[in-house]
């Protein structure tokens, strides 16, 4: 086959079948899991004005480096727009515009754009699930939040899922450590790599996120967050874990686990998939961002949520061979051989009944018409000859085993189907 013109753009795929179906099974099973928490979904723009964005924070590198951003047509007073790199921003900004009563509990589902160097498992276009509770600081929101994160894990099949935990303490201690940290790493700046010493001048708490080897000598002996924390933030993280414990969620504090984004304080959680290579291991994280709500104009309100990577977590999933019990299958092929007419009526007929039918186009002989219903995957062929339209019957073949045919009068094969279809 000849290479097309156009290709989808950079980092961007084109999903189908049996992908898009897993894809789809598993944002299904997330917006029942949720229901049964009473999260009530939210679908927000897919764009935003720019400014919602940047009060995830100037340093955050989704912000500073990878927005799609764009200005609209308005001549006069062309407004700066974005597509979202995440969604927490827009939930914070659609609480700031509607004050809803708290606790406000919402889950989503849909794409994410961030101007990344695409490799396996990053794109610039991919999937999130996620909820986010606003309007408590309560422990008990943390705890909920994680343990749906995990159990919704549990639930598709993943077992080798970890889950690591820390504090990023409020403002206040967060600040005090940042200085701390910032002083640490600048005396050791020597033995860095030459990335983390420019991500160090505008972000020193980003440096702990290195991946790179010489980074990590001086990753491992810097300074913990856990011992800058004031005695209420502490106490909270204490009852999160606590928490987790009673509830059998097993997971690893991770004193230098601080995400990449710029608005998390105290509790910041990450999902590590150790299936998948470890430079794209993340297949969920969250955690609380007890400010942003008013950054971006609304009352001071507490939040904590989580996202999961879809795409990812199907990478994860393949890897373990999760088997996914999907009905994706096709039930009958309908093959007529006398013009099309019947093949018509009677597909029509059997999708009525929710049976799942197809058949072939194009007024093909009846032997094409048989490798298309064997290639569909349905079981069964209905097929209607000059002889069946006759005698006003078809033929009913099982595509499996011997090949079995039975003759059926034509009124009668809807409701035989079921009948056959159910006993399944
Ligand atoms: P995040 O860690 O940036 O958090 O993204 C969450 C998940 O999205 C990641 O763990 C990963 O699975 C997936 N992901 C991120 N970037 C890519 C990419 N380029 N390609 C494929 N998958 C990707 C957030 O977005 C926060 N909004 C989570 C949150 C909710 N915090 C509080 N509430």
Request: proline fraction near 4%; include cysteine; aromatic fraction near 8%.
């Amino acid at each position: 086959m000849g290479k097309s013109h156009f290709q989808s753009p950079r980092g961007t795929r084109d999903i189908v079948s049996p992908e898009s179906d897993y894809i789809k099974f598993l944002v299904d099973t997330f917006a029942e899991h949720l229901s049964t928490a009473a999260y009530g979904q939210i679908v927000s723009p897919i764009f935003e004005d720019v400014g919602v964005f940047q009060r995830i924070g100037e340093n955050t590198e989704i912000v500073s480096k990878e927005m799609f951003d764009f200005y609209d047509k308005d001549v006069k007073d062309p407004q700066h727009l974005a597509l979202r790199p995440e969604l927490t921003a827009s939930i914070c900004r659609a609480f700031a515009q509607h004050r809803p009563i708290t606790p406000w509990k919402v889950w989503y589902s849909g794409p994410q754009f961030r101007y990344e160097k695409p490799q396996a498992g990053r794109y610039r276009q991919f999937l999130q699930v996620g909820a986010e509770v606003l309007g408590t600081s309560d422990p008990g929101a943390d705890i909920e939040i994680i343990s749906l994160a995990w159990a919704f894990f549990q639930r598709i099949g993943l077992r080798n899922t970890q889950l690591l935990i820390n504090s990023l303490g409020d403002p206040e201690s967060r600040n005090r450590y940042n200085d701390e940290l910032a002083k640490y790493l600048d005396d050791r700046k020597q033995e860095l790599s030459e990335q983390s010493i420019v991500t160090l001048k505008t972000n020193p708490l980003r440096v702990l996120d290195s991946k790179r080897e010489k980074d990590q000598e001086v990753i491992d002996e810097a300074p913990v967050m856990e011992s800058f924390l004031n005695e209420e933030s502490a106490q909270h993280f204490k009852e999160v874990k606590d928490g987790l414990e009673v509830l059998g969620v097993p997971f690893k504090i991770s004193p230098r686990l601080v995400r990449g984004l710029d608005y998390y304080t105290r509790t910041t959680f990450e999902f590590i998939s150790p299936s998948l290579d470890t430079a794209q291991n993340a297949i969920g994280g969250g955690g609380r961002y007890d400010g942003l709500v008013e950054a971006l104009g609304g009352p001071e309100t507490e939040g904590i949520g989580f996202a999961v990577g879809i795409d990812r977590t199907l990478l994860a999933c393949e890897a373990e061979k999760v088997v996914f019990d999907l009905d994706i299958g096709t039930d009958v092929f309908v093959v007529d051989t006398t013009g099309g007419r019947e093949a018509l009526l009677l597909s029509h007929e059997l999708r009525q009944l929710a049976i799942k039918t197809d058949r072939s186009f194009g007024g093909r002989s009846m032997k094409g018409q048989m490798k298309a219903a064997d290639r569909s995957g349905a079981r069964y062929a209905i097929i209607i000859g000059t002889d069946e339209l006759e005698e006003n019957q078809v033929t009913l073949r099982d595509l499996r085993g011997e090949g079995q045919q039975t003759l059926v009068p034509r009124d009668m094969i809807g409701k035989n189907l079921l009948t056959i279809l159910q006993e399944k």
